[in-house]
């Protein structure tokens, strides 16, 4: 992999969630799913980790502090 270091990130790594989008959800076929970037916050500058996705709908709701009230 040319330009990507293989060691992993030293102390001070953070990941963080990038800033979300609407997108449609191919399963329920409705405008339910965000989604965005993983980041990961380093000394030497932001790297993109990923990605991430979910949906209003499809996904499970068991995981909200809120209990999907």
């Known amino acids: 992999m040319t330009g990507h270091s293989a060691a992993p990130p030293g102390p001070g790594a953070v990941l963080a969630p990038g800033p979300a989008r609407e997108e449609?959800?191919?399963a329920c076929k409705a405008w339910t799913r965000a989604a965005g970037v993983v980041l990961l916050l380093t000394?030497?500058?932001?790297?993109?980790?990923?990605?991430?996705?979910?949906?209003d709908t499809c996904d499970p709701t068991d995981w909200r502090l809120d209990h999907g009230r």
């Open 24 to 26: 449609w959800c191919l």
């Open 43 to 55: 000394p030497e500058g932001v790297t993109r980790a990923g990605t991430w996705a979910w949906c």
